[in-house]
């Protein structure tokens, strides 16, 4: 018996229907999509005409007066809201990460995404409180992911944001952290608890940066007992040169 693929093959792409596929593709995929991830999915075309459907795509979106936009995240391209309708979109996200997160995950991800990289007790000195139980919910829904270990006594973890932090808020790359203020109020943090977190997020960084602190890499293995193993490869996070909260 001959084994028949059942999913029919796509008929060859024409340029009429390149960017309607384009578009469909960017808003079917649950990440941001690279170009020449779509140019090897459409028969190998060439990167230059899957960015160029990108670009007619984007003028077709601002003469529509769409809400949506294409948004380069991560390296990818995704369908993202327009500014102007940012403060309905912003009141949304807010509720919604109430609903996903608790005050203390929230929390303890703002202390991460602007203190990175950061250990524990580091954190806990932070928050005032124990922050292992935020850690682990974090770590389970891919938001930070270790780093390495600290070369201190006791060589701690040291932890960052991941890959999906970025998607999840909408960011390019680190640089384009907003000021602490801003993120909490996108976040779910109430005012008074974002200042606060502002405030001494950035005398961490100061001593940070003065004592230039070397990271140990994570031994083989041990990924995978720690979590978020599937982003360790990817070095958006762990860019020295791409340190959040500079210039805000």
Not at 35 to 57: D, H, K, N, P, T
Request: net charge negative; proline share 6%; charged share 25%.
């Amino acid at each position: 018996m001959t084994d028949v693929d059942p999913t029919p093959s796509a008929t060859p792409l024409t340029d009429e229907w390149l960017v309607p596929a384009v578009g469909a593709a960017i808003f079917a995929s649950e990440e941001p999509v690279a170009a020449s991830e779509l140019a090897r999915a459409f028969g190998g075309i060439a990167v230059c005409e899957v960015e160029a459907a990108v670009r007619m795509l984007e003028e077709s979106l601002e003469q529509s007066r769409s809400g949506l936009r294409i948004e380069a995240v991560a390296g990818g391209f995704r369908l993202a809201t327009r500014p102007e309708v940012g403060a309905w979109v912003r009141q949304y996200m807010r509720q919604r990460n109430r609903t996903r997160l608790s005050p203390a995950a929230i929390e303890t991800l703002a202390i991460v995404a602007y203190r990175q990289p950061v250990t524990m007790p580091e954190i806990q000195s932070i928050r005032g409180r124990d922050p292992s139980a935020a850690v682990k919910t974090l770590l389970d829904k891919k938001l930070i992911r270790p780093l390495g270990r600290k070369k201190v006594v006791g060589h701690p973890l040291l932890y960052g944001t991941s890959k999906q932090f970025l998607i999840h808020f909408g960011l390019n790359h680190l640089g384009d952290l907003p000021s602490m203020e801003e993120f909490g109020e996108l976040a779910g943090l109430a005012a008074e608890e974002a200042i606060v977190i502002a405030r001494t997020t950035a005398s961490a960084r100061e001593e940070a940066a003065a004592g230039a602190e070397e990271i140990l890499p994570l031994e083989e293995g041990e990924a995978s007992a720690v979590g978020d193993d599937d982003d360790l490869d990817w070095e958006g996070s762990a860019d020295p040169d791409d340190t959040p909260g500079g210039g805000h």
